[in-house]
């Protein structure tokens, strides 16, 4: 999908599922239960998947490790599990990720990286920070939180996506080239910051809470990250991206992050 060959509809499904995601996996405590209950019964994230599962780019040639096929892009399970009450999302949520950073399921992306490798990971907290701030987007004061939270990224695609959208219906005559740097910025911050760490994660998850919401939660977003590497044509990682605390995925066979 270039500028030139740009479909909106494309562009508003991805949009709507990068919200999604990043609203499945909000702190409950700031009500995005009542959210996630309210949209169970739209139509909005229904059409939004259809769209993308029937778009034969978004199909990716090859798994990486922990990403789920396109058949898995699907709500429903994360609706059949959502509890029913804030309260007993909030538990759940708490289990899995803990009341700190768990070394579990860490929903940070520099907490993938080696913890003797310091220097990287401040690298890579600037990174995140120089893409936000180069979009003219700056931490929230009210609602503080890591810049490489897993909801932030996924919110930041969201943003690049509805800007590239706006820049295309825009009438000036830059406007292929505004969306084209959009496009541009998707590519780089899935290909580093998204798609090396996002599907063990979320196999992480699975792990934490089995059979819960944030398994179904991470089954979805797993597949969502394979159809964004097709789409936006990045090859998958050649590493593997378990908790620093814990071993390589390859490396444990037999244990439940290899089922």
């Not at 708490?94 to 003797?116: D, M, Q, W």
């Not at 907290?125 to 897993?150: K, V, W």
């Not at 990250?225 to 071993?247: H, K, Y």
Request: glycine share 6%; hydrophobic share 40%; with cysteine.
């Amino acid at each position: 999908m270039t500028a030139t060959t740009f479909d909106p509809a494309l562009c508003l499904a991805r949009q709507t599922l990068y919200r999604f995601a990043a609203l499945s996996l909000l702190d409950p405590r700031v009500g995005c239960w009542k959210q996630l209950n309210g949209l169970r019964r739209g139509s909005v994230l229904p059409a939004a998947v259809a769209l993308i599962r029937n778009e034969p780019g978004a199909k990716v040639k090859t798994l990486a490790l922990a990403e789920r096929p396109l058949d898995d892009l699907d709500p429903q399970p994360v609706f059949a599990a959502l509890p029913d009450s804030e309260a007993a999302l909030n538990d759940e949520f708490e289990r899995t990720f803990g009341l700190l950073v768990s070394n579990a399921c860490p929903p940070h992306e520099t907490e993938y990286i080696n913890g003797k490798l310091t220097f990287q990971r401040s690298q890579a907290l600037a990174d995140i920070s120089g893409f936000y701030g180069a979009f003219g987007l700056q931490a929230s004061a009210q609602h503080p939180e890591r810049p490489d939270h897993i909801t932030l990224e996924l919110e930041f695609m969201a943003f690049l996506i509805g800007l590239q959208r706006r820049a295309m219906e825009d009438k000036s005559a830059n406007r292929e080239e505004r969306a084209a740097l959009c496009r541009d910025a998707q590519q780089r911050f899935l290909r580093e910051h998204l798609a090396w760490w996002v599907p063990a994660f979320s196999r992480l998850m699975g792990r934490e809470n089995s059979g819960g919401f944030y398994e179904a939660a991470g089954i979805f977003l797993a597949a969502f990250i394979a159809s964004e590497r097709s789409l936006l044509d990045v090859e998958a990682t050649p590493r593997a991206a378990p908790p620093t605390t814990r071993q390589r995925l390859q490396e444990c066979d037999g244990c439940s992050l290899t089922t």
